[in-house]
C-alpha cells in the first residue's frame, strides 16, 4: 500500500486501479457464533459525524464506511468505497472512483450523491460534529462553516461512480481524513427520516447493522449478510454491555461470561491478572498512537524561562512513572509515540538528571525552587501519578500542589490559560490517524494555543509552525523528505521543552478463550478497541 | 385536609423551582464548558461559537433560565448535549430499572432492619443485643462500593447464586437491592429497637401481660404495630437518601439506572441531562415527604393535620 500511495503521487494523475483486497484473510476463521463485549459507559450515539467516543468508534467503523480505510490491525491505507482514485500533479484534486454495487443497510445502493451528502453533513454548522475541523483543506470549507454556503463547492459528483474533491491547499493527510469515522457515507433519506435521533438508529454501508438498542443495558448488531467485501463479517453479530464496572466486566470474563472487556484490565487488577500464567496467556499487548506528557505553561512565570523547563524534564524520573502504572507504557523522548512515520530515532530527550536539573533553576535564577500547581484528571492512576511527578519536582526544590479535578474542568482550564502545569493522562492524545502531523496543530501548534484551544503549554514558535505547513504542504504523505521535517519539527520543540514527554502507554486487552483471529486485531490501533469485522470465535 | 394539601403542595413546587435554580446556577458557574465537549478537540474557533449559539448558550444567566423553565412547565427538559437525544427519552427508559432497585432497596432493609431490631429488643442488654448492634453500626458505616463489590465476589463469583451483574430477572434484583438497603437497616434496626422498648414499657403492655396474653402475641399483636409507627413515616425520607446510593450502586452492579445516567453527564457537562435527572429525583424526594405527611395522620389518629 505505501507503495502505491508513493507512486499515486509520482506517477500523477494516472488512474491506480488499487489492490481489492490487501489483507490475507485468516484461514482458520470460521463463521458464526456471537461475542459480548462490556463497556462501562453508555453509547451516546452511533452517528458517524457526532460519536469521538472510546465506545462508539469501532462501533461506527463496523457499521460505516468511508472511501478509504486500513489493513486489518495496521495503520496501512487501503481503499474502502472507493475502488480507485487519482492525484493530481498538485495534489490538491483528489478523484474517487467508487465501489459498483454497495448498497445501504436500507437495500438502496450507495452513490456519489451520497458521498457528497454525507461531506456537506459533516460539515455543516447545524450538525456540530466535533470532527468537522479535519476537513478544512476541503475547498468551501470555510463558506460553509460561517454560514455563507450550504454545501462544499470542492466536492463535485461527476457521475453516479465518481466524487472530486478539490483542496484549497495540498493536505497530505487528506487521505487518512477520508478514513475517519466523520467521513463515513450516509444515505440522506435515512437521516432525513430520523432527523437528530439518526445517532439512535444508523443506517450504513458498514459489515454490521444496528439489531436492537435498549438504552443504558444493550446494543446489538447484527452481521450484514451482503456486506460488499468477500467473506467478512466472520461473526453473526455482537452484543455490547453497557454499564459494567470494569473490575466486574473482569470477573465476567473469568467466568466466561464476557469475550473482551471493552474497557481493558483495571489498572488495580492489572498485577493479579498478569500473574496468572492461564489468565496472562489471554492478555494481548499492542502499541497505541499515545503520549502521556506534562505541559508546562509558557505564558507563565517562571516557565517562561527555557532553563526552568529544562529543570522540570530533567527532574523527572520517568521509569518510576512507568513503574506506579505496573510498566504499563514506556519512557517517552519526544512528543511522537514510537510507532508513528517521522518518530526520531535515536533522540534522547532529557536524561533524569536532578543535579542537572538544580544547576538549571538556579541558572534562572531560582536555586531555592519555587511553587506552582499541577492538574490532573481525578481517575486513577492519575492522582497517583501527579504524586510521582510532585515528588521529584519536590527533589529538586519545587513545591508542586496538585489540582485533581474531572476531566471538563481540567481541560477548561487548560483551555483558559490558567493552569501551570497540566498531566494530560485520560485526556491525552491518542491519534486520530497515524500521521505525524495529528500531533502538532491543536497541542503544540499556534493554531491550539489561543483560549478555549489544546495547546495548553500555550507554545506558539512561528518558525516551527512554517515547518509544519511545509510539511503538511506534500501530496505524499509518506515521502522521506516529508517525515525528516516533521522529524525536525518535533525535535526543535523539544529544544524549547514546553512539554515534559513522559510516557508511550501499551494498550493491554484481554479476550476469552474462544475468541480467534490475530492478535493484532485486538490492539488495532485504528478500530479501537478491536477490529469487531476480523475476529471469529472457535466454538 | 383540602387546605393543608394545597399548602403542602404549593410548597412542594416551590422547592422544585429552588431546585432548579440553584442547580442551573451551579451548572453555569462550573469552571467547564459543555461547547468544548461538544466541539471536541480539532474544532475551530468559529465551530465553537456556532454551537454556542446554536444551544443559546450565550445568552446571559437568566435568559437561559427562563428558557429552560418555560419548557419545563411544558414538559420538555431539552436535548442531551451529548447524547443528541430527548432527556426525556433518557430518563423514561431508566427510570423503570432505578425505581425497582430502590423498592428492592425498601424491602430489603424493612426486612432486615425490622426483624434485628425486634430480635435485639426481645434480647435487650443480653450479648445477642449488644452484637446486633455493633453489626448495625458497621451497616451503617461501611461504603457502598465496598459492600457491593464484597456481596458481588461472595455471592456471585465464589458461590454462584446470583448473576454478576446485570439487569432483567429477580435473580439479577438480590444483590443490588440488598446493598443499598444493607446502610438503611443499620438505622432501622436502632431505632426498632429503641420504638420497640419504649413500646414495651407502655401501660397497655402491662394490662396485656396481667391478663396473662402469651408473650407472641403481645410482641406481635400489641407491641410491634405500634412500635413500627414512627418508622412508617421514615421511608419517604428513605427515598431522598437511596437517590445518592442508587449512583454506587448502580455503577458497581451495572444498573440501568438514572445514577448511572447522572454520573457519565456530571462528568461531561451534559447540562440537559444533570438538570434533567435533578428534577425528576427531586420530584420524587418531594413527592416522599409529602406521602410520608400523608399518611402519617391515617396510621396514627393521634398526628393531625393541620
Known sequence: MKKLLCSSALVLSLALPVAAQDYTPDPNATPGGMITITYKDDVATLDPAIGYDWQNWSMIKSLFDGLMDYVPGTTELRPGLAESYEVSEDGTVFTFALRQGVTFHNGREMTAEDVKYSLDRVTLPETQSPGAGFFASIQGFDEISTGAADTLSGVEVVDPQTVRITLSRPDATFLHVMALNFASVVPREAVEEAGADFGKVPVGTGAFRLADWVIGQRLVLEKNEGYWRDGVPYLDGITFEVGQEPVVALLRLQQGEVDVPGDGIPPAKFQEVMNDPDQAARVVEGGQLHTGYITLNVGMEPFDQLAVREAVNMAINKDRIVQVINGRAVPATQPLPPSMPGYTQGFDGFAYDPEGAKAKLAEAGLADGFTTQLYVMNTDPNPRIAQAIQQDLSAIGVEVEIRSLAQANVIEAGGAGEAPMIWSGGMAWIADFPDPSNFYGPILGCAGAGDGGWNWSRFCDEGIDAMATEADSFTDPTAPERLELWSQVYQQVMAQAPWVPVFNEQRYTMKSARMGGDDALYVDPVSIPVNYDYVYVTE | ?306
Open chain 2, 1 to 306: 385536609m383540602a387546605g393543608y394539601l394545597v399548602r403542602r403542595i404549593f410548597a412542594a413546587l416551590m422547592i422544585l423551582l429552588g431546585v432548579s435554580f440553584i442547580t442551573f446556577v451551579l451548572l453555569y458557574v462550573l469552571p467547564a464548558d459543555p461547547v468544548r465537549q461538544i466541539a471536541g478537540r480539532s474544532a475551530t474557533a468559529q465551530t465553537v461559537e456556532n454551537i454556542r449559539q446554536q444551544l443559546g448558550l450565550d445568552q446571559p444567566l437568566l435568559v437561559q433560565y427562563g428558557r429552560y423553565l418555560a419548557g419545563l412547565v411544558q414538559g420538555d427538559l431539552g436535548r442531551s448535549y451529548l447524547q443528541r437525544t430527548e432527556v426525556s427519552t433518557l430518563i423514561a427508559s431508566r427510570l423503570p430499572a432505578s425505581l425497582l432497585l430502590m423498592a428492592g432497596g425498601i424491602v430489603c432493609e424493612l426486612l432486615i432492619g425490622l426483624t434485628l431490631g425486634v430480635i435485639a429488643a426481645i434480647y435487650r442488654g443480653r450479648p445477642l443485643d449488644q452484637g446486633l448492634m455493633v453489626t448495625s453500626f458497621v451497616a451503617v458505616s461501611a461504603p457502598q462500593f465496598v459492600v457491593g463489590l464484597l456481596l458481588l465476589y461472595v455471592f456471585a463469583v465464589q458461590l454462584g447464586w446470583f448473576p454478576i451483574g446485570g439487569y432483567g430477572t429477580l435473580a439479577h434484583l438480590v444483590l443490588p437491592a440488598v446493598t443499598l438497603g444493607i446502610m438503611g437497616s443499620g438505622w432501622y434496626s436502632r431505632m426498632m429497637r429503641s420504638s420497640m422498648i419504649e413500646v414495651m414499657r407502655q401501660d397497655y403492655i402491662r394490662t396485656a401481660r396481667a391478663k396473662g396474653l402469651t408473650r407472641g402475641r403481645i410482641l406481635f399483636r400489641h407491641a410491634l404495630p405500634n412500635a413500627i409507627l414512627p418508622i412508617i413515616a421514615m421511608i419517604g425520607i428513605d427515598i431522598g437518601i437511596f437517590m445518592g446510593g442508587i449512583v454506587v450502586v448502580e455503577s458497581v452492579f451495572g444498573w440501568p439506572g438514572i445514577g448511572q445516567l447522572a454520573w457519565q453527564a456530571i462528568q461531561r457537562v451534559d447540562i440537559p441531562v444533570i438538570m434533567g435527572v435533578t428534577m425528576v429525583s427531586a420530584a420524587f424526594i418531594v413527592l416522599g415527604n409529602l406521602l410520608a405527611d400523608i399518611i402519617t395522620p391515617f396510621i396514627d389518629p393521634r398526628i393531625k393535620m393541620r
